[in-house]
């Protein structure tokens, strides 16, 4: 069965960094494309950043500049660097995979998902 696991969240200050990080593990194809969502108490889920198989990136307009996806395909690794958090940036991050399999179908896999906290 096809794990996908996020890490690396935390209590961080205003202004400060994190790093997570999202690996599947698992899988008998190949991935399609990885992304990071949020939720925030009492709102829905939200796209943060997605890289697709050929590297091509977007982000939500609310974290360009502050955030970066990048992947390590060796690893089967997916990364958010997130600068600049800010109080807004506060949720659960989850990581989800599209991944393609060996019969041709294409599956979506969730993360449990890393509590991110940006407060004094």
């Known amino acids: 069965q096809v794990q996908v696991v996020e890490s690396g969240g935390g209590l961080v200050q205003p202004g400060g960094s994190l790093r997570l990080s999202c690996t599947i593990s698992?899988?008998?194809?190949?991935?399609?494309?990885m992304g990071w969502y949020r939720q925030a108490p009492g709102k829905q889920r939200e796209l943060v950043a997605a890289?697709?198989?050929?590297?091509?990136?977007n982000y939500a307009d609310s974290v360009k500049g502050r955030f970066t996806i990048s992947r390590d395909s060796a690893k089967n690794t997916v990364y958010l660097q997130m600068n600049s958090l800010a109080p807004a940036d506060t949720a659960v991050y989850y990581c989800?995979?599209?991944?393609?399999?060996?019969?041709?179908?294409?599956?979506?896999?969730w993360g449990q998902g890393t509590q991110v906290t940006v407060s004094l």
């Open positions: 989800n995979a599209k991944v393609i399999l060996s019969d041709a179908t294409v599956n979506g896999y």
């Open positions: 698992g899988n008998s194809g190949s991935i399609h494309a």
């Open positions: 890289i697709s198989s050929g590297g091509s990136t």
